[in-house]
């Protein structure tokens, strides 16, 4: 295990909903484990009026989040870690002069000896972050005499391949690349990362891992829930953006990449973007019309109890198209991948929660056993990255009795079945990554702008293309029926759960 070297976290946005929720419970957790280094401190920063005492209760002794966690714990042991917060009011904006906010950290560094590394965490909109990197390299705060300084930054990275890159050069002219953590906490999830020791670490996969075994590729991510209240953000943003660029773009990266050199985390980013660069752009307006499909979820009854369309939910326009249901087919132009089709959905208001990466294998080429019930029963390999998290892999065995029925039977691994490993969420992961500068799991300038490259000719065709359709799909059912038209020739998309509504499944709203 890696040592994590004495620092201070800097978190900026420290009174929004995400630290309380997110960053300090990981940050219990690595507590509890004894992971955080000797001599450490979190510094809040944000534009609300409090003192330490208060941020402390805040965020730990009187956090719902940790409600839980630290109701059974010593007094001693909860008040050890939260004496590790401090707060400081950056006043009524975060643009303005760090001075006072250097001394403090500063001051901060003497007192506890956590030298001069500091992570800042931008846990702020994405127009602040150019500004508040602009003030911590005013203040001198970026530069790396004394100590290491790191930049994390969430997402959403950008709007649009233009905004990324602008994004990019902003934050570039104040902190070098190497000190920019662009956080994706869907990498942070281990099931997420098995993809890569699933298929490098075991040659009962890697050698199958090509066009001359796989027949085709099926990612889903699909959420219960609708837009709940995040209806104002996610109108301007979409099932596309909100998902696919990021989140799924970069399950794919794992999927599609080349074997790297070795698990050093540039060798791993380089071929991330390798793949991602591969991916086979759609410019012409008959291949989007082909291999696009977006819809929006209508009102439903879904175990009798009536759920809002999209365009009802608080702050949508009432005339919306953004889409709630994006499904993609592409092609990656590379030796491994020709010709071989990857189906790429994401959508709320599924029958379930659920993520998962489908490798559908071909047939054997010579069937001595389809007249036997093997038709239809490829073999699979279901990489389950939430919930119930795991890997199934399914194939053909002979029903017992006379003749050659087969009959699908599965393997199955589940990480619930490791009762002794913990399973670090993906904060708590991506936290203790920083702090001991593994970038693996974050996205690199590069990756970010190959993504969207990628994407940017879909959404605009979206927008402005001819003959784009929105279509309808009731909350509760797996999307608009004529989304399974987009696997031409190859059947329907794996559903993994039962619907729980019986409305009809498709209609043309727009």
């Known amino acids: 295990m890696n040592k994590t070297e004495n620092q201070i976290l800097v978190i900026f946005g420290a009174s929004g909903d995400l630290t309380a929720r997110k960053l300090v419970p990981a940050l219990y957790n690595l507590y509890v484990a004894d992971q955080l280094p000797d001599n450490f401190v979190v510094l809040g920063a944000s534009r609300s009026d409090m003192t330490d005492t208060q941020f402390r209760n805040r965020v730990v002794l009187e956090s719902s989040y940790l409600k839980d966690k630290i109701k059974d714990q010593d007094a001693d042991y909860i008040n050890t870690f939260a004496n590790k917060f401090f707060y400081e009011d950056l006043g009524g904006s975060y643009d303005t002069d760090y001075q006072r906010l250097r001394t403090r950290v500063e001051d901060l560094k003497n007192k506890y000896q956590t030298s001069g590394n500091i992570i800042y965490y931008l846990s702020t909109p994405p127009t602040l972050y150019e500004t508040i990197a602009q003030r911590l390299a005013d203040a001198g705060m970026s530069t790396q005499n004394h100590g290491w300084k790191r930049l994390v930054v969430e997402k959403p990275f950008g709007y649009s391949l233009e905004t990324a890159q602008q994004l990019n050069k902003g934050l570039q002219q104040f902190f070098k690349e190497h000190q920019i953590y662009r956080i994706d906490h869907y990498l942070g999830k281990e099931t ?5 020791v699933t298929r490098f670490a075991n040659s009962i996969f890697e050698p199958l891992w090509n066009r001359n075994y796989i027949h085709h590729v099926e990612i889903t991510n699909a959420e219960k829930v609708g837009v709940e209240k995040r209806g104002g953000y996610y109108d301007k943003s979409g099932a596309l953006r909100d998902m696919f660029q990021n989140h799924l773009l970069q399950i794919v990266s794992l999927v ?6 070795s698990d050093a985390p540039e060798d791993i980013r380089d071929e991330k973007v390798k793949a991602l660069k591969s991916l086979r752009i759609m410019n012409d307006e008959q291949t989007l019309f082909d291999n696009t499909i977006r819809a929006q979820y209508t009102s439903s009854v879904i175990d009798g109890k009536e759920v809002k369309g999209y365009r009802e939910e608080e702050g949508v326009d009432k005339n919306s198209t953004t889409e709630t249901y994006a499904a993609i087919k592409f092609f990656v132009d590379n030796w491994r991948w020709k010709d071989i089709p990857f189906y790429v959905r994401t959508a709320k208001r599924m029958p379930t929660k659920v993520t998962e990466v489908v490798i559908h294998f071909k047939t054997p080429h010579h069937q001595i056993f389809k007249d036997s019930g093997v038709h239809d029963k490829d073999n699979k390999l279901i990489i389950r990255i939430q919930p119930d998290e795991g890997i199934l892999v399914k194939f053909g065995v002979k029903v017992p009795g006379q003749g050659f029925k087969v009959e699908r039977a599965n393997l199955d691994f589940y990480y619930s079945s490791l009762v002794e490993t913990h399973v670090m969420d993906a904060y708590e992961r991506l936290l203790l990554d920083a702090m001991q500068g593994d970038a693996t799991l974050y996205a690199r300038a590069d990756e970010v702008e190959a993504a969207w490259e990628f994407v940017d000719p879909i959404l605009k065709y979206w927008e402005d293309g001819k003959d784009v359709r929105m279509y309808g799909y009731a909350s509760g059912v797996w999307g608009p029926e004529n989304s399974n038209d987009l696997i031409e020739g ?21």
């Open 192 to 196: 997420v990362q098995n993809l890569l």
């Open 256 to 261: 599609v990449m080349e074997p790297p050199i």
């Open 490 to 510: 190859i059947g329907e998309w794996r559903n993994p759960g039962p619907n729980l509504t019986d409305d009809p499944g498709f209609c043309v709203i727009c």
